[in-house]
Nanobody, 122 residues
Framework: QVHLVESGGGLVQAGGSLSLSCAAS????????MGWHRQAPGKQRELVAD???????NYADSVKGRFTISRDNAKKTVYLQMNSLKTEDTAVYYC????????????????WGQGTQVTVSS
């Protein structure tokens, strides 16, 4: 079993910054892409950013230029630096990690963190 532990959420005023981290542990054969989704009240979960094992990144248009995703492979940790926060960024943020199945190499399992609340006040 793979576990993801998130930290760094909280309350911040608009224009401020927060840093999120998510560390993976457990039975990891091969750790592939990692990333972050978020879910605002009454809305579907949406991709915020992800990062491949080779550090190629992808961002939602709404966060480009404000958020930065990074990873530390040795620590099996993904980070999300959030700057210039807006009230629209208020959501529960969930990290994910894609792990190759050691017995079925064509299968990649996605694991999710428990979520951390980010609240941006006006």
């Amino acid at each position: 079993q793979v576990h993801l532990v998130e930290s760094g959420g909280g309350l911040v005023q608009a224009g401020g910054s927060l840093s999120l981290s998510c560390a993976a542990s457990g039975n990891i054969f091969r750790l592939n892409a990692m990333g972050w989704h978020r879910q605002a009240p009454g809305k579907q979960r949406e991709l915020v950013a992800d990062i491949a094992n080779g550090s190629i990144t992808n961002y939602a248009d709404s966060v480009k230029g404000r958020f930065t995703i990074s990873r530390d492979n040795a620590k099996k940790t993904v980070y999300l630096q959030m700057n210039s926060l807006k009230t629209e960024d208020t959501a529960v943020y969930y990290c994910h990690a894609d792990v190759t199945n050691p017995f079925y190499s064509s299968t990649v399992n996605r694991y999710w963190g428990q979520g951390t609340q980010v609240t941006v006040s006006s």
